[in-house]
């Protein structure tokens, strides 16, 4: 460890002083550099990544040309469904990750200026692709897919009504109620994507459209029923050890009966309740990352990456983190763990596309419904960004998060079981 920071010292720190912020992000860097460097500002850090990340989505979408310059690359087991699912997969994933970043009012900092030119970007495309005829339609009629993704952009527009979904032309967002209405013909399966078709409703439900209100509660009645305890859900009547209790099933269960309560369909003891656990959940993942900013690998779906700390990002987002844990440990925990994912050689393409992979390049990591599309859930550990510049979670010092603190042998909080 000790020769790892003299040699980062020697080798990094003090160029990285004179580098501009893209050049941060160039380079075949030493694969252990983020292990021994820190950035000077995380937020620059975060919000440049994150639009290293969705840049390639977001500005082909603009420009027509999203199923021209995307790559089309499957896992090497990929299954029977049509591979051009992965279009919408890549938007509905993107625009869910920086919708909350969108949202923010604009201003004049190099920041707010970037943000509003995306955020442009970012509408048009969704007017483009939403066109009679356009190169880039997205298929919602096709395969069981789109029941995923359909749910990942009504999430988008639940995070940033006005930002994403207010701009729309008419005759857009015409087109995506008619989609998601489309998909009600298509049942889900039984496990976490019941809340797919839960969020979707709950979306339709937002703007004053009926909902299918079988499809509406039966997402969320499911889930509350496999609950298994101490912040997990069952994915299906029984556990499965991985993260989509991260990736879809706290955050959609969440925002979905936040609808719900809005609309006076349920009393807020529910929702509250799901909160709770999805705070408990937050504070097993957020003990998961390491001294060293790595966490496990663990469960199907790792080349999702980062997005297996939405839950994390997003009860950060809302100001709810668990008691005990201060916004600026989880900040410098995730700066660090996105240090070491994103910088390792192999991660992106020549053109910026995210590669198959979980630390780097690796095609047979991938499961059998991945593809390049499947990659963007990574940008859901970014939900932060979407808190301004001034809230304690960027303005405060870096702290030691639980692992590290734990394993430097200083104080750390025990950590219980829990009844609700």
Not at 216 to 238: A, C, M, Q, R, S
Not at 393 to 405: H, I, L, M, R, V
Request: charged letters at 25%; hydrophobic letters at 40%.
């Amino acid at each position: 460890m000790e020769r790892r920071k003299f040699i980062g010292a020697l080798s990094f720190t003090g160029v990285l002083s004179f580098l501009k912020p893209n050049e941060v992000f160039s380079a075949e860097k030493n694969k252990n550099s983020a292990l021994s460097t820190k950035p000077k500002n995380d937020r620059v850090y975060w919000y440049k990544l994150l639009h290293k990340i969705a840049n390639p989505v977001v500005s082909n979408l603009a420009n027509g040309t999203l199923k021209q310059n995307m790559p089309l690359i499957t896992s090497p087991t990929f299954d029977s469904r049509s591979p051009t699912v992965t279009y919408l997969e890549a938007v509905g994933r993107t625009y869910a990750g920086i919708a909350p970043w969108l949202a923010l009012p604009d201003d004049n900092t190099e920041e707010g200026v970037l943000r509003k030119k995306f955020r442009q970007q970012a509408v048009t495309g969704l007017d483009n692709c939403f066109a009679p005829n356009s190169p880039d339609q997205l298929n919602f009629s096709k395969d069981y897919q789109p029941i995923v993704d359909a749910a990942y952009l009504a999430q988008t527009f639940l995070r940033a009504p006005n930002a994403l979904w207010k701009p729309l032309k008419p005759e857009t967002k015409e087109a995506i109620i008619e989609s998601f209405k489309l998909l009600r013909s298509k049942k889900p399966f039984q496990n976490n994507w019941l809340l797919f078709g839960s969020i979707t409703e709950a979306f339709l439900l937002s703007i004053g459209i009926a909902p299918d209100e079988k499809r509406l509660n039966e997402g969320v009645d499911k889930l509350t029923e496999w609950y298994k305890g101490d912040g997990w859900y069952g994915d299906g009547p029984h556990l499965a050890f991985d993260y989509y209790n991260s990736f879809v099933i706290h955050p959609m269960m969440v925002d979905t009966l936040a609808v719900m309560l809005d609309k006076n369909l349920i009393k807020k003891e529910r929702y509250d309740l799901a909160l709770k656990r999805m705070q408990r959940y937050a504070t097993g993942l957020e003990r998961m990352i390491s001294p060293e900013g790595t966490y496990p690998p663990i469960g199907r779906s790792i080349t999702y990456r980062t997005g297996a700390f939405q839950a994390l990002s997003q009860v950060a987002l809302m100001k709810q983190l668990p008691d005990g844990i201060k916004p600026a440990q989880v900040r410098s925990a995730l700066t660090l763990v996105k240090q070491n994912m994103y910088e390792t050689p192999g991660t992106f393409d020549k053109n910026n596309w995210l590669q198959l992979g979980f630390c780097g390049h690796d095609p047979d990591i991938a499961d059998y419904y991945t593809s390049t599309g499947s990659l963007y859930m990574a940008t859901l550990s970014f939900l932060p960004l979407g808190l301004p510049a001034d809230d304690e979670f960027w303005s405060a010092p870096a702290a030691e998060w639980t692992a590290k603190k734990a394993w430097a042998g200083k104080k750390f909080p025990k950590d219980y079981h829990v009844d609700f």
